[in-house]
């Protein structure tokens, strides 16, 4: 793809607004293009506006998945000579783009596999987008998600999340009889003292390796003088992938019916909403050796593997469809959700280059395989 | 070639480009792809993981 166009396609993605769940005019857009002249067959706007498309036949099939959406906050579009300014241009438009514009080019090919592009919504809410491009029954050997990782870095995996809320009633007193009844803040805040003991006891050896919890949000009481009515806490765990999420969740709602038996009055109401499993590629899966090999090629420098405390699609992908998955993009991670967002436009190229390699990689490393088994 | 941690099985492709990982099977650790003038192949402890944190 020439450079201009590939730029136009970024900058035109940019100008198209698309926080979570306001997806339908990128979705379209895209859909448009890749039916359009960039030369994508079986071009779908399935349910929560994914779009998914294919170039290229057989095996391996590939998922190149990105999203669509960004965080809120317009951030305007400005090209300037090295870069390209605007919401979502590391995170991670950019990403998609050039994972659009790579299969574009090898569009022609008759000797690359099957790749999908599967442009998502929702990733950064609840991960509606990848959920649903999941229970629609997609099948591949591989995938990778894009997002910022950084053009010499390849993120092999990811910690899991065990997101839950913790609520308290209690009657509302005057503030100078604390003995007549519970404290619904206090009761809840000693709950958390006892997840936060759970995840103390289950450090590892480093900050991924480890269980952590984090209080995000406390509501509670309504005057200085009255004891308050009522108390909501959310809290936010991360997992390491030596541990299951479903696990941790089934132990912090002992926890809680240890703390209720212990003490019947206030009820303590425990709602676990986000279970997501860790998940980390096989370090000697051809999906690795293919895009280190990629990288090599086109950057001529050694990748970095990284492991991130954070928790991305990449596990949902990854746990679900039981295939290699890692996410790779180009930007300054750093600078995801931030109000400089920027792309570095040699580095958005490179990428396209890198995603090419690493497809031509997996097809000949298939070939290999077929040709040794005779 | 044998792993230079545990002495495991590690198949290093024939392609292997230089810098290339490779991965023991049985101990994990990754080594890098190194070729030697002589166009033997050695493998080196590689540096190749890092952390952070997103998404």
């Excluded at chain 1, 950019?94 to 790749?115: F, H, K």
Aim: hydrophobic fraction near 35%; glycine fraction near 8%.
């Amino acid at each position: 793809m020439q450079k201009d166009t590939a730029v136009n396609l970024l900058v035109d993605m940019l100008r198209i607004y698309s926080p979570s769940l306001q997806e339908a005019q990128i979705a379209e857009y895209l859909a448009d293009r890749m039916k359009g002249d960039l030369g994508f067959r079986n071009v779908k706007i399935g349910e929560a506006y994914n779009v998914t498309a294919e170039v290229g036949s057989g095996s391996p099939i590939t998922i190149l998945s990105g999203h669509m959406d960004t965080v809120p906050g317009v951030q305007p579009v400005k090209v300037t000579k090295d870069a390209i300014h605007g919401r979502g241009s590391c995170d991670a438009k950019s990403a998609l783009a050039a994972m659009i514009a790579a299969a574009s080019d090898l569009a022609d090919r008759s000797d690359i596999g099957t790749i999908i592009i599967a442009a998502v919504s929702d990733e950064e809410g609840n991960g509606l987008g990848t959920r649903t491009l999941i229970d629609s029954g997609i099948k591949a050997d591989y995938a990778v998600f894009g997002e910022p990782s950084g053009i010499d870095n390849i993120t092999i995996g990811y910690k899991g999340r065990v997101g839950l809320a913790l609520t308290c009633g209690a009657p509302s007193l005057h503030a100078s009889s604390p003995l007549v009844s519970q404290n619904a803040i206090e009761s809840v805040y000693e709950v958390w003292q006892v997840i936060k003991k759970y995840a103390a006891e289950r450090v590892g050896e480093n900050p991924y390796t480890s269980v952590t919890a984090s209080l995000t949000k406390i509501h509670g009481g309504s005057s200085h003088n009255t004891t308050p009515e009522q108390c909501k806490a959310t809290i936010d765990m991360r997992i390491p992938p030596h541990m299951s999420a479903a696990t941790t969740a089934e132990e912090i709602g002992a926890i809680v019916a240890r703390f209720q038996a212990d003490t019947n009055f206030p009820k303590i109401k425990l709602n676990i909403n986000d279970v997501t499993e860790p998940f980390e590629t096989d370090k000697t899966s051809g999906l690795i050796r293919a895009i280190v090999r990629a990288i090599l090629q086109v950057r001529q420098k050694r990748p970095l593997l990284l492991r991130k405390t954070g928790t991305g699609d990449m596990n949902l992908l990854g746990h679900r469809l039981k295939i290699p998955v890692v996410t790779y993009g180009p930007g300054n991670p750093h600078l995801s959700h931030t109000r400089r967002e920027f792309i570095e436009i040699d580095e958005y190229l490179a990428s396209i280059e890198v995603y090419k390699a690493m497809l031509e990689n997996l097809s000949r490393q298939q070939q290999q395989q077929q040709q040794a088994l005779g | 070639m044998k792993c230079p941690e545990c002495e495991g099985d590690i198949d290093v492709p024939a392609d292997a480009l230089e810098g290339e990982i490779v991965t023991c099977p049985d101990c994990g650790v990754s080594f890098e792809v190194h070729k030697k003038r002589d166009g033997a192949t050695e493998l080196r402890p590689a540096q190749i993981e890092g952390e952070d944190w997103g998404e």
